[in-house]
Each structure stands twice: as C-alpha cells, then as structure tokens.
C-alpha cells in the first residue's frame, strides 16, 4: 500500500448486517469502497455514510450468485478507480429448518450464495490481482465452518466449503510464489438483521444459539485481516469453544447440540403471520448493521484482542519469565 494512496476495496453483501459494518469501518480510512449487494435502499444508505466519513463509494447491486454479474463488476470498479487492494467476501444466504424438511432448491440457493458467492468474487479479484502480484482478499466464515449445528446444514455445509477451499487455494498460491494474501475470518453468533430475515419453517422467531456480539466487532476482525498476513482469524470465546470442542470431543458435541441446539435457536416469539425472508428477493428498506438484540449483544472480547496483540502479549510474558527467573537467582543467591 502506497502511503497517501486510498485503498480500493470490494465489499459484497455491503448493504446490511456484517457487510454493514465492514463498510462503515473502511469508510474511517477514507477508502474507495465499491459496494456490491441485491437490495438497493441499503446499498444507496451504505453510499451515504461511506461519503460522510470521507470516503468514496460506488453501489454496483446485484446476486453474488451470478458470476458473470461479479466479473462485470470488478471490472467497473478497476474502470471507475483503478487497481482493487482489498476483496471481502462477507455476503451469505441461510435456511433455519430441519434437513429432512427442506426444499432442495432453497439448499441450493444457501449454497450459490454463501459458497459460490465467495468463490466468484474470490475468482474475480485474483484475475486482477495475481498478474500485479499484489492483493489481499478475506473470507468471511463462522466457527460453523468447523462444527456444523442443527436446523443449519445448507449454512454449515457452505462454510466448511469455504475453509477447504481456503487452504486449496492458499497451498497454490504460495507454490506459485505469489504475493497475493487471502485470509479467513471465523466469526461466532453477530447481532445483525439476519434473524429477521433468515427463511424459516419453524414456528418461533430465529436467534442466536448463544449472547451475538456486536457487528462492529466483526467489522473490526475483518479489517485487521485484511491489513495483516495471517492465515486465520477467530473472534469470540464460543467461536473458539466450538472450534477446539469438535476437535477433541465431536461425538459428545453432537449429543449436546441435539438437546439444546433446536430449542435454543428459536425464540420464545412466535414467528408472524406474512413474514418476509431475502432468500431470492431482498427485503425491501434499509437495514442497516444491527438486529435486534442490542440489548444482550457483547461489544467487546478478550480472546479476539489477545489474538489481535498475540505478539505484544507473547513479548511480555516472556519479558516476565525472565525477570521472575533473574530475581529467583538473586534470592537463591
């Protein structure tokens, strides 16, 4: 990155939610931000307040689902700004219902959008990047990218997709020798409108299995990600909790989620009459980055700063190693 120069960055499911709030934290930097999602109203607010902060915007709505519409897209953006520095994936697609009860074409549709969707922007932007050697793109995944839940296949079986596909695609571009980056942010439960929007066959309104945390928090991890060359980022102790429990006591998970996982992603509101979901159409209006759980929503987390400042930390725990070894030879002595 050139100093002064305003980075160029592609933001997909820009208009709501995580998308949201990635673009609102890169508008801070006073970036160009090209801002790609189907719903209009929320695409032309994110607009607005990306231009407020200082920054730049282009609004380019259309279906991550579509390839082609992608391809013409990265293709504006280099034509309006020149060269992309930052790709982020953040646009996704869910269904909340059991496997057995789903229609096939909805799993489909979960999976173009948050599988595909990611694959096609990621294509996209290395076409442009590879070639300059230069770029960094960043995968926006879940701790569901390791440990699947129920009422959640086709959104589970879409991210663990993305984390293989994360470490094809980096094995490859190191063998080439490139200086490409990509990363994958893993992010727990976020306070974003998507449980209002979420298709589903249950009865009771969708939530969180656990306390989300605030979306700026995620905006916040995906941000470092994209300025910083590491593989993987974890935000939030139940992200982590979920990552390590499946690695050494999957079976028992399985048990466990099976007794609380039903219950505890559903309400105890009964879903209304004539609700409204953005599988193939986007709900109209402009939603912005928060749902409705402000009230209960973490802003903060421990573990996510300790992974930001690891290396800091890891310094000053030598740091006092060393001085508590230096005063037991004093004593000793």
Same mark, same amino acid.
């Given at each position: 990155?050139?100093?002064?120069?305003?980075e160029?960055?592609?933001v997909?499911?820009a208009?709501a939610?995580v998308g949201?709030?990635v673009?609102?934290?890169?508008a801070?930097?006073?970036?160009?931000?090209? *801002?790609?999602?189907r719903?209009i109203?929320?695409? +032309?607010? !994110? #607009?607005r307040?990306v %231009? =407020?902060a200082g $920054?730049?915007a282009?609004?380019l709505? *259309?279906?991550?689902a579509d390839?082609?519409?992608? +391809?013409? !897209? #990265?293709t504006?953006v %280099? =034509?309006?700004? $020149?060269?992309?520095?930052?790709?982020?994936n953040?646009a996704?697609?869910g269904v909340l219902?059991?496997f057995?009860?789903?229609?096939?074409?909805?799993?489909?549709?979960?999976t173009?959008?948050?599988y595909?969707?990611?694959?096609?922007?990621?294509?996209?932007?290395l076409?442009?990047?590879?070639?300059?050697?230069?770029?960094?793109?960043?995968?926006?995944?879940s701790a569901?990218?390791?440990?699947?839940?129920?009422l959640?296949s086709?959104?589970?079986?879409?991210?663990?997709?993305?984390?293989?596909f994360?470490?094809s695609?980096r094995?490859?571009?190191?063998?080439?020798?490139?200086?490409?980056?990509?990363?994958m942010?893993?992010l727990?439960?976020v306070?974003t409108?998507?449980?209002?929007?979420?298709?589903?066959?249950?009865?009771?309104k969708?939530?969180?299995a656990?306390?989300?945390?605030?979306?700026?928090?995620?905006?916040?991890?995906?941000?470092?990600?994209?300025?910083?060359?590491r593989?993987?980022?974890?935000?939030g102790f139940?992200a982590m909790q979920?990552?390590?429990?499946?690695?050494?006591a999957s079976?028992l998970?399985?048990?466990?989620?099976?007794?609380?996982g039903?219950?505890?992603?559903?309400?105890e509101?009964?879903?209304?009459?004539?609700?409204?979901?953005?599988?193939?159409?986007?709900v109209?209006?402009?939603?912005?980055?928060?749902?409705?759980f402000d009230a209960?929503?973490r802003?903060?987390?421990?573990?996510?700063?300790?992974s930001k400042?690891r290396?800091?930390?890891?310094l000053?725990v030598?740091?006092?190693?060393?001085?508590g070894?230096?005063?037991?030879g004093?004593?000793?002595r």
């Amino acid at each position: 990155m050139v100093a002064g120069k305003r980075e160029i960055v592609v933001v997909t499911g820009a208009s709501a939610g995580v998308g949201r709030a990635v673009v609102r934290r890169f508008a801070q930097d006073g970036a160009r931000i090209a *801002l790609i999602a189907r719903g209009i109203d929320g695409l +032309e607010a !994110a #607009a607005r307040e990306v %231009e =407020e902060a200082g $920054g730049e915007a282009l609004v380019l709505p *259309l279906d991550v689902a579509d390839a082609a519409a992608i +391809e013409e !897209a #990265a293709t504006l953006v %280099e =034509e309006h700004w $020149g060269p992309i520095d930052i790709w982020i994936n953040s646009a996704f697609a869910g269904v909340l219902g059991r496997f057995v009860d789903m229609d096939l074409a909805d799993y489909r549709r979960v999976t173009d959008v948050t599988y595909h969707g990611q694959v096609y922007g990621t294509m996209a932007a290395l076409k442009r990047m590879r070639p300059r050697g230069t770029g960094t793109i960043v995968l926006v995944g879940s701790a569901l990218a390791y440990r699947g839940i129920p009422l959640q296949s086709a959104y589970c079986g879409a991210k663990h997709a993305i984390q293989g596909f994360l470490d094809s695609l980096r094995s490859e571009l190191i063998h080439e020798g490139s200086g490409v980056h990509v990363s994958m942010v893993q992010l727990p439960g976020v306070n974003t409108p998507q449980f209002d929007w979420i298709r589903t066959d249950l009865p009771m309104k969708p939530q969180a299995a656990s306390p989300p945390y605030q979306p700026e928090l995620a905006a916040d991890a995906i941000h470092w990600a994209a300025h910083h060359r590491r593989k993987e980022v974890v935000v939030g102790f139940p992200a982590m909790q979920a990552i390590w429990g499946d690695r050494f006591a999957s079976p028992l998970l399985d048990r466990y989620l099976a007794w609380t996982g039903v219950s505890g992603q559903q309400s105890e509101e009964e879903v209304e009459a004539g609700r409204r979901d953005n599988l193939y159409e986007p709900v109209p209006g402009d939603h912005g980055a928060h749902g409705r759980f402000d009230a209960i929503a973490r802003r903060r987390s421990a573990q996510w700063w300790l992974s930001k400042h690891r290396a800091a930390v890891g310094l000053g725990v030598a740091a006092l190693g060393a001085a508590g070894a230096v005063l037991a030879g004093l004593r000793r002595r």
